[in-house]
């Protein structure tokens, strides 16, 4: 059975900085893309960045580009997002995702981590 599971969240202080952790379980990790998106309430659920398979290409969203970075780790399982020069616009449920082909978007989703940054 597939499971992401986010921790790291919290709550920060604008210009603070957070890292978020994403270990999975149930699948082939090494095999797969992984991405994070984050939600508001009343908000579309919102890409934020994403590394491929071998950590060799990474995206990012204009919002988070030079503050964010993703990162894995094939050996642990895990997915990283290392989050710096956080503002208060940067508030939300982070979720993380695995892709086989993200081309067709994403197969598993973990449940969620709140970030919340105060001003």
């Known amino acids: 059975q597939v499971h992401l599971v986010e921790s790291g969240g919290g709550l920060v202080q604008a210009g603070g900085s957070l890292r978020l952790s994403c270990a999975a379980s149930?699948?082939?990790?090494?095999?797969?893309?992984m991405g994070w998106f984050r939600q508001t309430p009343g908000k579309e659920r919102e890409f934020v960045t994403s590394i491929s398979w071998s950590g060799a290409n990474t995206y990012y969203s204009d919002s988070v580009k030079g503050r964010f970075t993703i990162s894995r780790d094939n050996a642990k399982n895990t997915a990283y997002l290392q989050m710096n020069s956080l503002k208060p616009e940067d508030t939300a449920v982070y979720y993380c995702?695995?892709?086989?082909?993200?081309?067709?978007?994403?197969?598993?989703w973990g449940r969620g981590t709140q970030v919340t940054v105060s001003s």
């Open positions: 149930g699948f082939t990790f090494s095999r797969y893309s």
């Open positions: 995702a695995a892709s086989f082909d993200p081309s067709r978007g994403y197969n598993h």
